[in-house]
């Protein structure tokens, strides 16, 4: 039987080992599944991971039991990975993409056949920059939404702004990338 996140607080509280072993336990292919994606190396993954973690348990004595640890959890993580991409400059992953259509979802050609692949790595090495550039916010929904998949409110509650903003947000994303990738030939007008 699974042990909700208000009774593991409580577990915490009376046993922070048993409490912060159940959180890891609960949380950490979640994490390290949001950081490979950012990360997109193996390594850096489980680097950021731990980074998570730590941060977690540091600021554990401050959270409201009543609440859900899953928002905090990709709050924190969301952040641990931007401060990644930040310092380290890495390329992030765009293995995955969303299954509603999104216009970013068509612009990676699959590399299924030879002649594709190196088109497929010049787009998906020009669409990372683009990402890159992108400021903070509108590099985070993008990131939350395509690369995985969230939902526009989930996405709201971890960025902690309306669902408008969000939408905002992906829109002026989206026109900037269509933009860089319209530049660089890529995007067909």
């Known amino acids: 039987m699974e042990v909700s996140d208000i009774n593991i607080l409580k577990i915490y509280k009376k046993d922070k080992h048993q409490g912060l072993e159940l959180i890891y336990e609960r949380y950490k292919k979640y994490v390290y599944s949001i950081a490979f994606h950012y990360a997109g190396v193996k390594e850096d993954a489980l680097d950021i991971t731990q980074e998570v973690f730590i941060a977690l348990f540091k600021s554990l004595d401050n959270f409201k039991e009543e609440y859900s640890l899953i928002p905090w959890v990709k709050k924190i ?20 993409t969303t299954e509603d259509g999104d216009e970013l979802q068509g612009v990676i050609p699959s590399d299924e056949n030879t002649e594709n692949k190196a088109l497929f790595k010049d787009t998906k090495k020009s669409l990372e920059n683009s990402i890159r550039k992108l400021p903070g916010d ?13 939902k526009y409110e989930d996405i709201a509650k971890v960025m902690k702004v309306p669902i408008g903003t969000v939408k905002t947000f992906l829109y002026r994303a989206r026109k900037t990338i269509k933009a860089d990738l319209i530049m660089e030939g890529i995007w067909e007008v």
């Open 77 to 96: 993580t969301v952040n641990k990975c931007l401060n990644f991409i930040r310092d380290k400059k890495e390329t992030i992953s765009l293995n995955q």
């Open 138 to 150: 509108e590099r985070m929904a993008v990131i939350l939404r395509h690369m995985k998949g969230m």
